[in-house]
Nanobody, 124 residues
Framework: QVQLVESGGGLVQAGGSLRLSCAASGRTSRTYTMGWFRQAPGKEREFVAG????????YYSDSVKGRFTISRDSAKNTVYLQMNSLKPEDTAVYYCAARQGVVVSTTQGRYDYWGQGTQVTVSS
C-alpha cells in the first residue's frame, strides 16, 4: 500500500504561481510512476502531468504544457507540480496518483493509489 498526501493548494490570482506537493509513504521502495490529475466542477477528472520513476520522462496535457512542471525528489518520496501563469480555467481539485511500473499513463484507471486532493482556485 502507498499513501499519498497532497498540499500546496490555495487561492491565487490569474498569472500567479503555486507549487503542489505530494508526499508518499508506505511501500515506496517499489517503482512507481506518478501523475497529477485535476477535476473541475461538473467536469470529468483529467490528466495534467506525469513523471517516470527515474524522472527521465515527463508528460503534460496540452492545456498546461509550457506552464506547469512536474518533478520528483526520490530521497524525500515527494512529487511536485510547479504551476505558473495560472488561468481561471486551471481552477480544480488536483489529485496526485501513483501506478506501479515505468510507463507514464494518461488514463486514471491505470493508477493504483490516489491522494485526497487539494483545491486550487484561480481568480480573474
Amino acid at each position: 500500500q502507498v499513501q499519498l498526501v497532497e498540499s500546496g493548494g490555495g487561492l491565487v490570482q490569474a498569472g500567479g504561481s503555486l507549487r503542489l506537493s505530494c508526499a508518499a509513504s508506505g511501500r515506496t521502495s517499489r517503482t512507481y510512476t506518478m501523475g497529477w490529475f485535476r477535476q473541475a466542477p461538473g467536469k470529468e477528472r483529467e490528466f495534467v502531468a506525469g513523471i517516470s520513476p527515474t524522472a527521465g520522462s515527463t508528460y503534460y496535457s496540452d492545456s498546461v504544457k509550457g506552464r506547469f512542471t512536474i518533478s520528483r525528489d526520490s530521497a524525500k518520496n515527494t512529487v511536485y507540480l510547479q504551476m505558473n501563469s495560472l488561468k481561471p480555467e486551471d481552477t480544480a481539485v488536483y489529485y496526485c496518483a501513483a501506478r506501479q511500473g515505468v510507463v507514464v499513463s494518461t488514463t486514471q484507471g491505470r493508477y493504483d493509489y490516489w491522494g485526497q486532493g487539494t483545491q486550487v482556485t484561480v481568480s480573474s
